[in-house]
């Protein structure tokens, strides 16, 4: 089936890096078409189609999936959006699809928005505290697994095809906040549309006596992410580790969410076979990872040569079932006796004292758990070490 001629631009990104600000602005422009919400996202299309196609019959192609994608997309966007312009969409996260939305819309472009590590840290905190409003949730965002995010989802862009691809432009939020008339006019030219005057940029949000990172934050963030950040066109040399004037009140504030440690390493694929390498150190053999989510789909494809067998992906949705994320099955919990499981390793950014949790609930006191790091170690306290790859650190265990 030929490739759809359509136009769409798609606007990703890290969290919190100003994204629903700039497709509110760019959606007044009388040549794109705004699809709202994120009910139907291209990468969950992607996704169900190679399964419940591909699956179902080996024989149909790549192409047919994704001309099935195309079709899908654009008749949601136009039923939405209405006929005018080019489609437009957002959405942050999934930058392992970044690639594959290259490949199955050929004609789409990609506005692609990063930001620096102390912002979005301090916004996915702030953005979790202010969702909570008081309740407690049993989870409040904290420093490392802030940062463990906002670095895997740039990892993932970096290892991509889009990065540096001519139909991909990076923005840095920065940019967009200090000069946004002049940042929505390079985009113009990039998507090939006239420049017209739009409404201002909202700017970043603002939060009612929000939290601050301390000294010592941003000092480990700054130095363990060093050359990820001039990767992205930033230059270190701007960089500070003081604490803005107009924060110092605000640093004691929610002791909840503070680093008490560092992760050994904030390269997700290199935390998970430190604990499988941990796993064959104690003399066991198959190992099932638990949850098939978000964390799970950037690190999979990328774990290979491993120390130990990963027999499958346990996950409590059986809507995953038979599914495989890289090279690994999706399995329900309860089949981890019969094939032989020794060992659980939890894959998660911010919930792996709740997952440990339920995995003893779940796997029993026989099958052991290995966490990706030890959250109770290396206080922030203790000075850095500076590492040669910008992510790797003192080892918490």
Known sequence: MAAQ?????????????????????????????????????????IDWSRFRLQTSD??????????????????????????????????????????TLLEYWPDAKII??????LGVVEALINGALHDARGRDYGYRAGVADSLLQWYNELQAYLRSS???HPRVLQIQFEALVRD?????????????IADVPLPPYGGPEVFEEPFI???????????????????????????????????????ELYPQCRLGARPPTLDAVELTRRALAEAAGMGCARVGLFGAGYFARLVCPHLNDLPVEVACIFDENPALTN???GAFPIRMPEAASEIGIEVIVPTTFVHQGRLIQRCRQLFGRHIRVVPLWDEAGVAVEAEPERA??????????
């Open 388 to 397: 040669p790859t910008g992510c790797t650190m003192t080892s918490a265990k």
């Open 162 to 164: 889009a990065f540096g």
């Open 112 to 117: 692609y928005l990063v930001r620096r590590p």
């Open 5 to 45: 001629t359509e136009k769409v631009a798609f606007v990703r990104g890290t969290g919190r890096c100003g994204s629903k600000n700039l497709v509110t602005q760019l959606g007044r422009h009388p040549d794109l078409a705004h699809v709202p919400g994120n009910q139907v996202l291209p990468e969950e299309l």
């Open 213 to 251: 990172l301390n000294e010592a934050e941003r000092r480990w963030i700054l130095e363990s992410t060093r050359d990820i950040v001039e990767r992205l066109g930033y230059e270190a040399d701007t960089w500070s580790s003081a604490v803005p004037t107009e924060g110092e009140s605000l640093v």
């Open 58 to 99: 080996p024989r149909i192609s790549g192409e047919a999936v994704a001309a099935a994608c195309r079709a899908y997309f654009h008749a949601y966007g136009r039923a939405l959006a209405g006929e005018r312009g080019i489609l437009l969409q957002k959405s942050t996260r999934n930058a392992h699809h970044l690639g």
């Open 180 to 192: 946004p008339g002049q940042t929505v006019s390079e985009i113009c030219r990039f998507l090939g």
């Open 323 to 325: 599914r495989c994320m």
